[in-house]
């Protein structure tokens, strides 16, 4: 469990926090333009339509980003440095997550490694992360 804020669902987003409970990394498809999109909305941002459905994705990224932050974060009792990536999900959208598995080096960490969800629990919520390693989750 890593301490930190936890995250409040609203009933935009209900459907991911339920999915990440289920070790499911879900976002929402448009069913008029076949596209995938991150974060939550009630439109789709390519086609303006409101004929959505949630999706679950394969789990699978690819890094597009990252830093390696050495300031603790507000809130967070870890000292130790963190990895905050862009990843690309498998199906299009890209996410801002926190990278597992990895050493907090540029020499550890490369651009477009193949990346697996995993989830953190974090109060009462899952929190999806990313890593190199394929993780089962029940
Ligand atoms: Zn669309």
Redesign the pocket.
Known sequence: MTAGPVPLPTPQTAPFWDGTRNSELRVQR??????HFFYPRPI??????S??EWVTTSGRATLASYIINYRPLPFFETKEPQVIALVDLEEGPRMVCTLIGVEPRPEAISIGMALYVSFEERGDQMLPVFGPVEVRNK
Do not use: E
């Open positions: 448009c069913r008029a333009c076949s596209r789709c941002r390519y086609c303006q339509s004929d959505l």
